[in-house]
């Protein structure tokens, strides 16, 4: 890539997106970071502000947004529960409106264009793993139909820019995915865990903590990204990225216990509405279309991630009064 290439990531300050600029900035890319900061925040783009080819714009991708851009990666949207949830028809507006908007810039200025899709397209699977050719079974009226759907949508805008208007777009089904810089107090469960470790608190496993997940690290989700938007125009996705490697939610809580060497103990809550049971990716597709695979398992993974909120509740930033 050359210089005068510039790359827009909507969402820019959240805990993907920052990763991504960094990334970005070292191939010597030109970076614009657009983000609302709903749920992003300044410090996780702080180390970013002086890098020359970095430049960061405060605005909402449901209004429109002209700028000249090569590539756009369309992150802008919360990810956690907690906080897409706090406001339902924001959360959808910014997955419907936000993708035409960035659908509009990337037809007027001929970019390509990323969407950082999820695996809850596939809601409670009945099949398992999921793979790409499933089309998932989801609630239409739920608590989490506001992200499920609006994500879902947002897929069809971008198929439908493919077909009507020839855009060239990517589409990656994410999986959960964890690291440093995840909101600190979003209710997602790796941070929840780890700061509720910390804190020597109770892990507050929802359920019996059968349901399982696959916890990706954000530097190969980041890597599976970049190679993404580098394939050949016939290379629509959408492809899955994650992290195979399928764990119980109790079996998390443990493994975090046993990392932190914390005195906290696990207690079961009511599993919320909608929760699904499990999930795992099947990555066959980005294994042969984009040779990628996941390197770094959970263990090490929470080992780089702890520290990050170490020094958060070190630095005050995580006050010892919050409730996680
Ligand atoms: P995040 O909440 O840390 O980041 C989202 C960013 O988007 C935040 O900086 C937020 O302020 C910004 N944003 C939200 N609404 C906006 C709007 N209307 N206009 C401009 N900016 C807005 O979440 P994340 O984990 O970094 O997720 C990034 C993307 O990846 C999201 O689209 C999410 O749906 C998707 N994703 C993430 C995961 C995961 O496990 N982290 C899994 C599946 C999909
Ligand atoms: N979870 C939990 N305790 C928490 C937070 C989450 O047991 O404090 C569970 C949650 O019910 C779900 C899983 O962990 O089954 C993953 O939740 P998260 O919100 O991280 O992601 P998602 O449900 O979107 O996969």
Redesign the pocket.
């Given at each position: 890539m050359h210089l005068e290439r510039r790359v827009l990531v909507?969402?820019?300050?959240?805990?993907?997106?920052s990763h991504l600029c960094e990334k970005l900035l070292e191939r010597g890319v030109q970076v614009l970071c657009?983000?609302?900061?709903?749920?992003?925040a300044r410090r996780n783009i702080e180390h970013l502000l002086s890098h020359k080819h970095f430049e960061l714009l405060r605005?909402?991708?449901?209004h429109p947004l002209f700028v000249e851009v090569d590539e756009i990666y369309n992150?802008?949207?919360?990810?956690?529960p907690f906080?897409y949830q706090r406001d339902p028809v924001?959360t959808t507006k910014?997955n419907v409106i936000?993708a035409i908007h960035m659908l509009g810039l990337a037809k007027r200025v001929k970019a390509k264009i990323l969407q950082?899709?999820?695996?809850?397209i596939y809601g409670d699977p009945s099949v398992h793993p999921q793979n790409e050719g499933y089309w998932g079974n989801v609630n239409p009226i739920g608590l989490r139909s506001c992200y499920d759907e609006g994500?879902r949508c947002a897929e069809t805008l971008f198929f439908d820019y493919r077909r009507q208007h020839n855009l060239q777009i990517k589409v990656a089904r994410?999986?959960?995915?964890?690291g440093p810089r995840?909101?600190p107090n979003?209710g997602r469960v790796v941070s929840s865990f780890i700061v509720q470790a910390l804190l020597n608190r109770d892990l507050t496993v929802f359920g019996a903590g059968e349901q399982t997940r696959s916890f990706c690290y954000v530097d190969d989700l980041v890597d599976g990204f970049l190679r993404l938007m580098d394939t050949p125009s016939d290379v629509t996705g959408p492809i899955n990225l994650g992290n195979p490697g399928e764990f119980t939610i109790a079996e998390l809580a443990r493994e975090i216990i046993a990392l932190t060497g914390s005195r906290s103990k696990i207690i079961c809550g009511p599993l919320p509405p909608d929760d699904p049971k499990q999930r795992q990716p099947d990555i066959s597709k980005a294994s042969e279309i984009l040779r990628w695979a996941p390197k770094i398992p959970l263990q090490e993974g929470l080992r780089r991630t702890i520290p990050y909120f170490e020094r958060l509740l070190a630095y005050g930033v995580i006050s010892a009064a919050i409730s996680v």
């Open positions: 909507t969402g820019g300050a959240g805990f993907l997106g657009v983000d609302n900061f709903f749920t992003g605005h909402d991708v449901t992150l802008a949207c919360p990810a956690s906080h924001q910014t936000g950082a899709s999820t695996s809850e994500k994410i999986f959960n995915t964890y995840t909101h979003d």
